[in-house]
């Protein structure tokens, strides 16, 4: 079993900052690359940003210069640091950890629950 969790969300001010983790456990050979998504109220899941086992990243347009990911491979847990964050960041966040479970296996993916980041006055 792998279990993905993330947190750190919460309620914070127009151009205030957050600090989301995303901690991955359970039965894992090894983890590939790690990404972060967000969903807004009636709109699709859309990709953030993603980091590999190496430490190449890539970011979606829209977050280039305000986010930064992150990544402790020791503890399996990446980190999405997010500054001068606007009322149109507001959305579930969701980690996705794709990895494999033993050696033989192939790498897939295991999201977590979210965690709802909210910016408003």
């Known amino acids: 079993q792998v279990q993905v969790m993330e947190s750190g969300g919460g309620l914070v001010q127009p151009g205030g900052s957050l600090r989301l983790s995303c901690a991955a456990s359970g039965s894992i050979f090894s983890i590939s690359r790690m990404d972060w998504y967000r969903q807004a109220p009636g709109n699709q899941r859309e990709f953030i940003a993603l980091?590999?086992?190496?430490?190449?990243?890539n970011y979606a347009d829209f977050v280039k210069g305000r986010f930064t990911i992150s990544r402790d491979n020791a503890k399996n847990t990446v980190y999405l640091q997010m500054n001068s964050l606007k009322p149109e960041d507001t959305a579930v966040y969701y980690c996705?950890?794709?990895?494999?479970?033993?050696?033989?296996?192939?790498?897939?993916?295991?999201w977590g629950q979210g965690t709802q980041v909210t910016v408003s006055s």
């Open positions: 980091i590999t086992s190496t430490g190449s990243t």
């Open positions: 996705n950890a794709v990895l494999r479970t033993t050696y033989w296996a192939s790498n897939r993916d295991y």
